[in-house]
């Protein structure tokens, strides 16, 4: 796999303090991102006590084995840092493979922690370029038959998209909204289930790609935290005809990065993940090829997001999509991304 790591914008040093007061000291970046508001107005020490309690770092939020095991080792001299990563059966994406959202937060917290051993640092860019894994073939399937199989009538399997206790006021609102505009059958909103092997049963992917395993417990990466309220909290909805998706997103206290914000890797997950759902239900974009995301300001942790995700075009057997993530009154943006998704078409299972 190439990948191009971030672009980190180097800090001065701000010693003897705590994370969260060097944080608060740090000088605002070019791209907006001051240490303490971010541009949200919001001050890491006045967030609710009890979210605070619960934080933990993005990557260590995982019972052994499960989620990200990782150990880096530095080279002072060469400036240099390398990373020893093994995922766990918590971080898949398609079923047998690591998420590209995965992939990308063990990118931006090793470049991070390099960054940070030459003074305090904060992402403004993250480039990574996926290598491509199967040449895909031709493609019949419609678009409602696509989100027909997605999205069953019935089933047994536990939907995580609906509200719970700890969504927000916003969230609660919008998702409403959205709601609504399903009635009208241009907007769907999609289930969540907690694999995707969940929801494509019935098919697999083509011979060669197909990952055996005699473990039961796959998770996709953002349904891998199960308490309500802790870590990823969202809903998609989609649009058929145009092709675009609207994600509300809620990051939990296990998603922190800096003090009382998500951790940037949290939300280029997400963004890969409504662009995934995307993608396959607009054109059976599969795998991510590239993610180009451009940090703006930090999401309080417990506040909503809004990913506004459009499929820009479909050529050479590839999705060019884009997506923005911003508040819900779109005075803030959070990020923005672009990604291209290959097209490959699942393979029915043969009949027991």
Request: charge should be neutral; include cysteine; hydrophobic fraction near 35%.
């Amino acid at each position: 796999m190439r990948l191009f790591l971030g672009e980190r914008r180097k800090q001065r040093p701000v010693l003897g303090l705590s994370n969260a007061e060097k944080l608060r000291c740090a000088p605002a970046h070019s791209c907006g991102c001051a240490g303490e508001t971010a541009g949200t107005g919001v001050d890491p020490r006045f967030m609710k006590e009890e979210q605070m309690s619960k934080a933990q770092q993005f990557t260590r939020s995982f019972e052994e084995g499960l989620g990200f095991e990782y150990v880096m080792f530095y080279n002072k001299v060469e400036r240099r840092m390398v990373c020893l990563f093994q995922s766990g059966l918590h971080l898949q994406g398609v079923p047998g493979y690591v998420h590209g959202g995965a992939i990308a937060t063990i990118i931006d917290v090793t470049t991070g922690m390099c960054a940070y051993a030459e003074g305090v640092a904060m992402t403004a860019n993250l480039n990574i370029d996926y290598k491509k894994l199967h040449q895909a073939s031709a493609f019949g399937s419609s678009t409602d038959s696509l989100v027909a199989r997605f999205c069953p009538e019935k089933t047994d399997l536990k939907d995580y998209a609906i509200p719970n206790a700890s969504w927000c006021p916003d969230m609660l609102s919008l998702y409403q909204e959205f709601l609504e505009k399903t009635k009208s059958g241009r907007w769907i909103k999609l289930f969540s289930f907690k694999s995707n092997r969940e929801h494509i049963q019935g098919l697999k992917l083509p011979s060669g790609l197909a990952a055996a395993s005699d473990k039961q417990d796959w998770r996709i990466f953002t349904r891998c935290i199960q308490l309500e309220g802790q870590g990823y909290e969202y809903v998609i909805f989609f649009h058929p005809s145009e092709k675009k998706s609207v994600c509300l997103f809620q990051p939990g206290p296990y998603l922190e990065g800096a003090p009382g914000f998500a951790h940037g890797g949290s939300l280029a997950a997400m963004m890969d993940e409504t662009f995934s759902k995307t993608a396959y239900l607009a054109g059976e974009g599969l795998f991510t090829l590239s993610l180009n995301i451009r940090f703006k300001n930090l999401i309080p942790v417990g506040s909503l997001a809004v990913l506004d995700t459009q499929v820009e075009k479909i050529e050479n057997q590839k999705l060019y999509m884009s997506c923005i993530a911003q508040s819900r009154d779109k005075q803030t943006v959070y990020a923005k991304c672009s990604g291209v998704f290959l097209q490959l078409q699942l393979e029915e299972e043969p009949s027991q």
